[in-house]
């Protein structure tokens, strides 16, 4: 998981709480038949972009991008690891996503902008 937020991010502790919890209810336990490595940047670009080189390196099955910057520190890195991301305001506009429908490529996940509720789905 790469985030912006910083691990003091008492909001962003609860959000990364809550996805654990998620993955322990559909069987998912970390150190047993997953591994969660997260990467706080704290709003720091440099650090972002290290966290990013460093996660992809270990060559995952998947990487959790949480907002916008992480998404595209990951896509400099990769074009062929699967990430999903939450949190990104506009993954068309921001080139991460063919479409909502469609996504393509390597990347996928769930965005915060207010959209059509038919398409929320997607």
């Known amino acids: 998981m790469l985030t912006t937020f910083a691990e003091s991010d008492r909001l ?3 959000w990364d709480a809550a996805f ?3 993955l ?3 069987g998912w336990h970390d150190g047993r038949n997953v591994e969660i490595v997260s990467r706080w940047a ?6 972002l972009q290290a966290f990013a080189m460093e996660l992809v390196g270990q060559q995952p099955d998947v990487i959790f991008a949480v907002t916008t910057p992480s998404v595209a520190a ?8 699967p990430i999903v991301f ?7 506009g921001s080139g991460f996503v063919s479409s909502v429908a469609r996504p393509g490529g390597n990347v996928s996940g769930f965005t915060n902008i207010d959209i059509e509720a038919s398409i929320g789905g997607k």
């Open 12 to 14: 962003a502790v609860g």
């Open 20 to 22: 654990r919890k998620g």
């Open 24 to 26: 322990d209810a559909l």
């Open 42 to 47: 704290a709003g720091d670009s440099d650090r």
């Open 74 to 81: 990951l896509l400099h890195e990769t074009r062929t690891l």
């Open 86 to 92: 939450a949190q990104v305001s506009d993954p068309v």
